[in-house]
């Protein structure tokens, strides 16, 4: 069994922004495999399901990103998950130009505070990740205020499109192993 998590912010003035690339892909995934979203258990909105033969539970944390680790802690412990083996996180990147994917199987919060919040709360920083580029903040902006900012016209495209990917990327994770979803979802993918 998989747990997926997608992070974000709950509230509808957080909807769609920078931050909350994850809720967006779970989102997609949940559409894509007919999953409903229609548990409120684990400090998170839910479902259940399968996807290519897997068992997932698809995951939104209502914690505030900050505080992502609580849920995601919640979840691992309920399910009795390794989560190591069988934790997949979604979420933005500021280092990734919007619409670029990278996948990675373990790592530092590079200065996420969700992640960094999950990392406290599992002791361990060996988890599968899904990076979604956002782009990095512009000059004279306050970190916070631009994760939390909508993506402009021009690059809401780039995004979307990314969702899409970020989605086919967990299904191949699962399926066929993290090399192979690196080899093919850490390309440059060009505009």
Request: glycine content about 10%; hydrophobic content about 40%.
């Amino acid at each position: 069994m998989y747990i997926i998590v997608g992070l974000g912010n709950p509230g509808k003035q957080y909807a769609h922004t920078r931050h909350n690339v994850g809720f967006d892909t779970i989102d997609i995934l949940a559409e894509r495999y007919h999953i409903s979203m229609d548990i409120k258990k684990h400090k998170a909105v839910c479902g259940k399901g399968v996807i290519e033969g897997q068992r997932v539970v698809l995951a939104r944390p209502q914690t505030f990103m900050n505080l992502s680790g609580e849920s995601v802690r919640e979840l691992v412990d309920f399910y009795k998950i390794d989560p190591e083996e069988e934790l997949i996180v979604i979420y933005d990147d500021i280092s990734l130009e919007p619409g670029q994917l990278r996948i990675r199987p373990k790592g530092s919060a590079g200065g996420h505070n969700g992640i960094k919040n999950i990392i406290a709360h599992l002791g361990t920083q060996v988890f599968k990740r899904v990076k979604v580029g956002i782009g990095e903040k512009p000059k004279g902006w306050d970190l916070a205020d631009y994760v939390l900012s909508h993506f402009p016209k021009a690059e809401r495209e780039a995004v979307e499109e990314a969702f899409g990917r970020a989605a086919s990327a967990v299904v191949c994770m699962m399926t066929e192993g993290m090399d192979s979803a690196m080899n093919v979802f850490n390309r440059k993918v060009e505009k």
